[in-house]
């Protein structure tokens, strides 16, 4: 039958190397090397610079849920800022009112958020596409304000939000607060970043790409649809928590005005930079929405938003598939100079 | 065991029980019956518009039908949701194939095994021994079924840049993965040149007999049909007109009138 025409197929078939477990990731070796590199970086920088770093970590967890979401199940969503909302509320009332070691507060952010994300995905289940996308825009146009609501205001603080303390490095390690905060951050990335990873290349994670690709014939060989889809909006979420959670014992401050659409529109904006649907550009991605609008301020204080436009245009015009396409532009450079 | 099966031969695997389907006023399938014995490969056949692909449908649970009933060993199908019907034994193609374009071969046979296998997201992302286990069992299985469908080569390719016929070879590839004991084909020959054809009936009665699976054919071709089938039903405008042998069928006068004769053959 077939098998005249699918030798010939396995000879015109194009060299490529699809497998999702490959395509996710880096290979071990640049993973080491990128590692290596976050571990020394607080080393050669000042204070400052080191909070920031720790800021594109915390963002990075937040892209990288998105990433599970949208590049993973096929769902989009502009609403990442209500579950980071939460989590870092969250992490900050327990640490304040209830005097829970700030460590052991974002395993509860990540449970809480992952309740909250599975329940809006039963409802989210009916739609798809930009309505999915239009609902999750109206819980994050929504959050600020519910923040805000009188009722909760002895928990939240209102409009003035909870200040949170700044942990001090344990066993009286002799290293700054900052750069302690960084390690433990850089910790928690590197646990997420991992857990996604086999997660996004099991069978669970192949059935959310397998939904994303074909839901019809997803349900047909087996797999619960339904159920995938908020399980993912539910991981998702999860994650998203917990970078609140240390988003708000690294800033040392929640306040509702801390996350509007505006947070949400920049996981996406990071997202679409780092490549959907590949996991290590959410770093990229971060370090883009956090460095550019300081490095757009630097050419023009007045315009620093028109000129913050004008970069993103030219990284969406010159790399549309961001931060992976300058990967795969570089590997076969390097595949060439072997060759 | 023998003995069992023996006994068990006496009774269809899947019986079809006067099933209807009506679309607002427009009625698809009239109380459609036939069963299919174990181990037979049945193929249904009928003209545009008889009704196959929405008995197919049925069978699959994306249709709800109005009327009647769909037995498997015995016990109906029409309670589980649609991705309950992989698990018990029924596994299919799609007539315009439906792969996970994005995939590559070898991932799309993998999802095929969602049905035999089990996890969750907590053991799946902490990679826990078990996962372990049941991948390395999985990647056994899923490279047995690769070579012998002689995708070997192409598994690590992107589903959407093969050719199509090799995509509906990835596509029986995947179904088979479920090691369902129906397979379910529609319309496998459709895009297929004359010799493509040819080896496509080998190919569906080798696995018929090494597998032991039992094989609905939902065919235009028929001489696919013809060829292959153990026994044929017929439709037409969503009654069944005949139901026999190929050449008890094939020399049906209703058939004749209804599809082959304005074929010419």
Known sequence: MMVDASRKAISDAPPSDADAARTMRLGTGTSLVILLLLLVAPLLVKNFIVFQLTTVLIYGIAILALNILTGGSGQFSLGQSAFYALGAYTSAILIEHAGVNYALTLPISGIVCFAAGFLFGLPALRLSGVYLALATFALAVATPQLLKLGALEPWTGGVQGLVVDKPDAPFGLPVSQDAWLYYFTLAIAVAIYIASVNLLSSRSGRAMMAIRDNEIAASAMGINVALYKTLTFGVSAAITGIAGGLGAIAVQFVAPDSFTIQLAIALFLGMVVGGVGWLPGSLVGAAFIVFIPNVAESISKGLSGAVFGVLLLVVIFLVPDGARQVAQACRSVIGRRKG | ?265
Do not use: W
């Open chain 2, 1 to 265: 065991m023998t003995e069992d099966r023996l006994a068990q031969s006496h009774n269809p695997l899947l019986s079809v029980r006067d099933l209807s389907v009506a679309f607002g006023g427009i009625v698809a399938l009239n109380g459609v019956s036939f069963d299919m014995q174990r181990g037979h490969i049945l193929g249904l056949i009928g003209p545009n518009g008889a009704g196959k692909t929405t008995l197919f449908n049925c069978l699959s649970r994306l249709y709800q039908p109005s009327k009647g009933d769909i037995l498997m060993e015995g016990a109906s199908i029409l309670t589980r949701p649609p991705y309950r019907i992989a698990e018990i034994g029924i596994s299919r193609t799609f007539q315009n194939v439906a792969l996970f374009p994005n995939l590559s071969v070898i991932d799309n046979v993998r999802v095929g095994t969602h049905s035999r296998s089990n996890g969750n997201i907590v053991s799946d992302s902490l990679k826990l021994g078990q996962v372990r286990r049941a991948e390395a069992a999985l990647e056994r299985k899923v490279d047995e079924i690769l070579g012998y469908l002689g995708l070997r080569g192409v598994a690590h390719a992107v589903a959407a840049e093969l050719p199509f016929v090799t995509q509906k070879r990835v596509e029986l590839a995947r179904a088979l993965a479920a090691e369902p004991k129906i397979l379910l084909l529609d319309e496998p020959a459709g895009g297929l040149n004359h010799d493509e054809v040819h080896g496509l009936g080998e190919l569906i009665r080798r696995i018929r007999k090494e597998r032991e699976m039992t094989v609905l054919l939902v065919e235009h071709h028929m001489g696919l049909v013809m060829s292959t089938a153990d026994h044929v039903v017929a439709l037409n405008f969503g009654r069944k007109i005949a139901e026999g042998t190929p050449s008890q069928v094939q020399s049906d006068p209703q058939v004749i009138e209804a599809y082959l004769g304005n074929k010419n053959r």
